[in-house]
């Protein structure tokens, strides 16, 4: 199928005209073209918001993790205090995690760990778009929409849509999260879904040799339409439109395909999440900026061992092989995994055998970036109950998180109101790891 509208009508998310708009079969990805997203690309390189070739997986423990069961199983505490799970000691000395994270243990020399991360907001709503975009937001948990861009569209707009050279987009996630959307950067800078329709729309479902027929007589009409049309933007898409079929004939599309992988590494890291994860790496390594994987069944209200018995031996095995396969392939400077949920757990265990919502306090796992690694940063109190130590807060995350990723932390956007604000006021890169 061959469209092209003509007559000036509304603007689509690439502030193109419908007239300017030429869609050649499927090659769209989403409501915007492929060529419209290399187009904003090329727009954020040529206005000097080339950052860094550097990436983001941001594995999210949706739910609320414990905190004590995970990474501060604090064994010192009272008996009602410390981790159900026990402890496992790691290859740092004197550090332990939680009893569930043997193979996390052995690689805690290329990992960090804060213990001292802490916000105000127990909901979920509230507390995921505290962590996810920096702010809080208190009618979240009321079914508000996300009011600030989450970190990711940010990166997007910084970036431009989608990588320059293999067109793979700067920002996907897998699985939805509250607080990871665009907000008033625009619907533009939204996530990619690898298991949306979206991606359907990169298979290339014609043979090649139709596809080369409709390059040509793409081609064809565009000559003619450039003789009729003075205005120059025929020109301007012809670059864009060669570069999105170039990207459907190339390998680009692979990274969302485990099958090109070597089957070797796809069991090393397991089924499940390891899967999602392998995947996420495959796609760093080909351009994506920023990878968001959803992992839910972390709201552990009542029976917290078998809960994490259960769930915590999968991310053990998918970190753990995330971790070795970062440092194996020599990409340990080039991306950042952060592990995180929208808050921790009560510190005393309750009537359930379980732990409640707990904002006060909770933990985060991160490795590579470029940032120092094998070290704890921070300390919890005697009943892991709020920061011994000065706290860490989401803003705090976030300007590490631009900092590996290049972006600047006194960037501002206009927001909904036509008034510029700063994406982070008071946060600053974690200074044990920069």
């Known amino acids: 199928m061959l469209e092209i509208r003509s007559g000036r009508q509304n603007t689509n998310c690439e502030r193109s ?43 999210w423990l949706g739910g609320g993790p414990t905190h004590v069961e995970t990474f501060d199983p604090k064994m010192t505490a009272p008996a009602e205090y ?15 995690l939680g009893g569930n994270f043997e193979r996390m243990a052995q690689v805690a020399d290329k990992m960090a760990f804060v213990r001292s991360f802490a916000h105000t907001n127990s909901g979920h709503g509230g507390g995921t778009h505290y962590v996810m975009t920096g702010y809080d937001h208190r009618l979240a948990d009321n079914g508000a929409p996300q009011d600030r861009p989450g970190i990711g569209s940010i990166v997007a707009r910084e970036r431009g849509t989608n990588h320059p050279q293999t067109g793979i987009p700067t920002y996907v996630r897998m699985g939805g999260i509250y607080g990871d959307g665009p907000s008033f950067l625009g619907t533009a800078y939204g996530p990619f879904d690898p298991s949306g329709e979206a991606r359907q729309n990169m298979s290339l479902v014609v043979n090649r040799d139709r596809l080369g027929n409709r390059r040509d007589l793409l081609k064809g009409i565009d000559n003619v ?84 018995d259960s769930l915590g031996p999968q991310v053990d095995r998918s970190v753990a092989a995330l971790v070795e396969d970062l440092d194996l392939r020599g990409l340990s400077d080039r991306v950042l995994l952060v592990i995180s949920g929208e808050f921790g757990r009560t510190p005393k265990i309750n009537g359930g055998a379980g732990r409640d919502h707990w904002a006060p306090l909770s933990t985060l796992a991160l490795a590579g970036g470029g940032l120092k690694m094998g070290q704890v940063i921070g300390e919890s109190a005697e009943k892991v109950d709020v920061p011994k130590s000065a706290p860490i807060g989401p803003q705090d995350l976030m300007a590490t998180v631009f900092q590996v990723l290049g972006i600047d932390g006194r960037v501002q956007y206009v927001n909904q109101a036509g008034r510029p604000v700063y994406m982070i006021e008071q946060g600053r890169p974690i200074e044990e790891l920069v």
């Not at 869609?23 to 860094?52: D, H, M, P």
């Not at 410390?82 to 332990?96: A, D, I, M, N, Q």
């Open 17 to 59: 005209s419908r007239r300017d708009f030429i869609k050649v079969g499927t090659l769209g990805l989403g409501a915007c073209n492929l060529a419209g997203l290399l187009r904003s690309r090329a727009e954020a390189a040529s206005s000097g918001r080339v950052t860094r070739d550097t990436s983001v997986i941001w594995l």
């Open 225 to 308: 339409r450039r003789t009729a049309d003075r205005s120059g933007l025929i020109d301007g898409l012809d670059s864009f439109e060669k570069q999105a079929f170039d990207i459907i004939l190339s390998r680009s599309q692979q990274a969302f395909d485990l099958k090109y992988e070597d089957p070797r590494v796809v069991d090393r890291y397991g089924t499940g999440l390891g899967q999602r994860l392998l995947q996420a790496r495959r796609l760093c390594e080909a351009g994506c900026g920023f990878v968001t994987v959803e992992w839910g069944g972390w709201d552990m209200h009542g029976g917290i061992k078998p809960a994490m």
């Open 82 to 96: 410390r981790s159900v799970t026990g402890e496992v000691k790691t290859v740092l000395p004197g550090v332990t």
